[in-house]
């Protein structure tokens, strides 16, 4: 009996090898066939890897905004440069409830909402057409097999089948967004009876991917000023945008520009209101350092440090020149362990802003102190002087009126077009 049982399991033991030396074979023979984007190979060929470059960016803030449920989200955005693929980056990294992708699409962008005819593409994740991405995690789409050129405008659509709670990821959009009523609409030229908007929804990222390393990628970190506010909607004139058609108006589209602008951020504080956080020394490697291919990081931060206490009613958030320089230091020495470089940006002009309690002597003391930290002592890769760029030279402590939005803080197009000249594009080489 005992050796009719060992003898059973002995045959057992041996199939069960054989099948299993069997695998490996076979999937590496599925993987040699698939390639890495899961798209068909010539037989013997393994396909080169792709360099990836970020082209846009949205950095995520607190949750906050409308929810979304069973509703299509469609939102245009315009890369900085091209490339032979591209893919889509994602967020949940701020919501405590599961994110349900059922459907995505991705197009080049037409008037009025519409797409492009023949350039849709669907979108997948790890080959499927959904994903579920849990709370505090961002999601990659996986590479679609598509030639964009440099400063093209791109329509990604988002079917979301359950509820999300609140889920704005970026409030200051400045381009027009369409939500659909009930239903998947990801495929369709255009989204029938859909509501307007101006905001990102869990969308963060946009990548170029190519065969060899041919593009490096420049990060814009800061604040409001960043972020565009002031200019005007649906035209990409925020200031890191008009530095990417400079860089190709001259023959340099090979970097991508990140907008990682946050209307209201700080260096060394959480806003009271959920739209202005999290705080830059918090999100910096979350929203710079995981950038691929980043080369280059511009910073332009403080100017909330020094006006926010007193507006906001905060006076124990209040902060001193030598304090911002400290934290501008931990974000310089923080970026040069990753081999980035970093060009520090002077804070501009606001005396006369129109924000109650935002200016006051003492802050324009501590913003001068700043500045001449920035310009003289920093241990930076490069300086760019917005400061003198944008003052009114007959009152250098108010913004210029010809670059004045007009609440006294914040540039207009004009403005922000003077930021992007007055960039020595020799920093990046």
Not at 96 to 124: E, Q, R
């Amino acid at each position: 009996m005992h050796k009719l049982t060992s003898f059973r399991a002995l045959v057992c033991v041996t199939a069960l090898a054989v099948a299993y030396s069997l695998l490996p074979k076979v999937g590496a023979a599925a993987a040699e066939k698939s390639g890495r984007s899961g798209r068909p190979q010539a037989e013997g060929k393994t396909p080169a890897p792709l360099s990836w470059s970020g082209t846009w960016g949205a950095s995520p803030v607190f949750p906050m905004g409308q929810e979304i449920n069973n509703q299509t989200i469609r939102q245009f955005v315009r890369i900085s440069c091209g490339g032979s693929s591209i893919r889509v980056r994602f967020s949940n990294e701020t919501s405590p409830n599961p994110l349900v992708i059922g459907s995505a699409h991705l197009a080049v962008g037409a008037a009025g909402g519409g797409i492009k005819p023949g350039t849709d593409h669907k979108l997948t994740f790890g080959g499927g057409d959904s994903i579920t991405v849990p709370p505090g995690a961002p999601a990659l789409s996986d590479p679609v097999d598509m030639s964009v050129a440099d400063l093209s405008t791109m329509a990604i659509s988002i079917f979301v089948p359950r509820w999300t709670g609140l889920a704005v990821v970026h409030p200051s959009g400045n381009q027009t967004g369409y939500i659909s009523k009930t239903g998947n609409y990801t495929g369709d030229e255009k989204i029938e009876g859909a509501s307007l908007n101006k905001f990102r929804f869990f969308l963060t990222g946009v990548d170029v991917g190519g065969p060899q390393k041919t593009r490096a990628t420049i990060v814009a970190f800061g604040d409001s000023i960043t972020d565009g506010y002031g200019s005007t909607g649906d035209a990409d004139k925020r200031w890191p945008d008009q530095l990417a058609e400079r860089l190709n108006s001259q023959g340099q589209g090979r970097y991508g520009v990140i907008n990682a602008g946050i209307s209201g951020n700080r260096l060394l504080h959480d806003s009271p209101a959920a739209m202005f956080g999290p705080n830059a020394l918090a999100r910096f490697d979350r929203d710079v350092l995981s950038i691929p291919g980043l080369s280059h990081v511009i910073v332009l931060e403080g100017i909330n440090d020094i006006g926010q206490a007193a507006s906001f009613g905060v006076p124990e958030q209040t902060v001193s020149a030598k304090q911002i320089t400290a934290a501008l230091e931990q974000l310089i020495d923080r970026a040069h362990t990753r081999g980035v470089k970093v060009i520090g940006a002077t804070l501009l002009p606001f005396e006369g802003t129109t924000f109650a309690n935002y200016w006051s002597e003492v802050g324009e003391r501590e913003r001068q102190a700043v500045n001449d930290w920035i310009r003289n002592e920093a241990p930076f890769d490069g300086v760019i002087d917005f400061d003198k760029a944008v003052q009114d030279q007959a009152k250098p402590t108010w913004l210029k009126p010809e670059y004045d939005c007009g609440d006294h803080l914040h540039p207009n197009d004009a403005g922000y077009k003077a930021m992007a000249d007055a960039i020595d594009l020799k920093l990046f080489d």
